[in-house]
């Protein structure tokens, strides 16, 4: 990316939350990061005072001008998620930043100003799951994915409620800087580099008592280790010292996914790792985290994440970065 400058959307009204990911992921100094790190502005979409969620104003670097310059525009949200029509300067704004090659991204309801421009039709899209029937109804031609956290659309980004922001800008460092930047980045943030699954499983659930997570960690911890072997219901429930019944209850409560639906989630993140870091063929990566085969790898690598793992191994693989280019 020869310019990396970020831009974020201000707005009156401006969702707070939204925002602060944006800024905490694109806008902070990390010189640790190296030398090519993000520069970041604010565009004021309106002349002001812009009011944020939670009593405060903003002062931007500039205006709509500034979406010119941007290789990366990011819309934090959007006031009435959908309610309030979106400024025809703004629409224009980021259609003519989409035409000479910007990337754009929303946030959670971010969505309903990125849809209205018409980029998102016949594409898929995420928002929150709130949200989710009243884009569906608004804009028919969107394909809305109602379960992900995050949808790529190559230029086209979209992310699910609020903290799937995170998830999306997180997935966006890793494709400019690799799987390794992003990860230390994670860290510093004290978030997952990435987390499978999607907002489904934190629909109208409540929080599960903090107790089951502790209870269970020595068992997750043996059930990562054996990620190449069968795992049976029942001796997972006789290593917790549970019947079968009490144990896929307490399971799911701690970690919110059935057993065999968690252990396929961790297996999918081991085979990314050994697909980033190591050139292991397929079939063997297969064979190290459960799958079998690398038929069966391939299927469920298609059917989470939408790519096969050559595709992936080729965007994301920290060997395949350090490769000296064919002369």
């Not at 995420?126 to 995050?150: F, N, Q, S």
């Not at 069966?296 to 096969?308: D, P, Y």
Request: charged fraction near 25%.
């Amino acid at each position: 990316m020869p310019n990396r400058l970020v831009v974020a959307l201000a707005y009156d009204r401006l969702s707070t939350f939204e925002f602060g990911i944006a800024v905490e992921i694109f806008g902070l100094p990390r010189p640790e990061m190296g030398p090519d790190w993000y520069r970041f502005a604010v565009c004021a979409i309106e002349p002001g005072p812009l009011r944020a969620i939670g009593g405060f104003q903003i002062v931007a670097d500039g205006g709509l001008e500034l979406l010119d310059q941007a290789d990366t525009i990011v819309i934090p949200g959007w006031r009435g998620a959908g309610s309030e029509p979106v400024p025809t300067a703004l629409i224009e704004a980021l259609r003519k930043a989409h035409a000479r090659g910007a990337r754009l991204m929303s946030i959670c309801s971010g969505v309903f100003a990125l849809a209205a421009t018409g980029l998102l039709s016949g594409r898929r899209a995420t928002t929150h799951w709130h949200h989710v029937e009243k884009l569906a109804g608004a804009y028919p031609d969107i394909r809305v994915e109602p379960d992900v956290l995050y949808v790529d659309e190559g230029r086209v980004l979209t992310s699910a409620g609020s903290a799937a922001g995170i998830d999306l800008c997180l997935h966006v460092v890793r494709a400019d800087f690799g799987p390794e930047i992003a990860n230390r980045l994670a860290r510093r943030l004290v978030v997952p580099p990435h987390r499978e699954g999607g907002q489904a499983q934190f629909i109208e659930r409540p929080v599960p008592p903090a107790r089951e997570a502790v209870r269970f960690a020595p068992l997750f911890d043996r059930m990562r280790e054996r990620l190449a072997h069968d795992q049976p219901i029942a001796e997972l429930a006789a290593e917790a010292g549970m019947s079968v019944r009490t144990f896929l209850r307490r399971f799911k409560a701690a970690t919110g996914l059935p057993p065999g639906e968690w252990l396929l989630a961790e297996r999918l993140i081991r085979a990314r790792e050994l697909l980033e870091t190591t050139r292991h063929s397929i079939e063997s990566i297969a064979g190290a985290t459960g799958f079998g085969s690398a038929a069966t790898l391939r299927h469920h690598f298609r059917a989470r994440l939408g790519t096969s793992p050559t595709a992936y191994r080729t965007r994301f693989s920290q060997e395949e970065r350090r490769a000296p280019s064919p002369s």
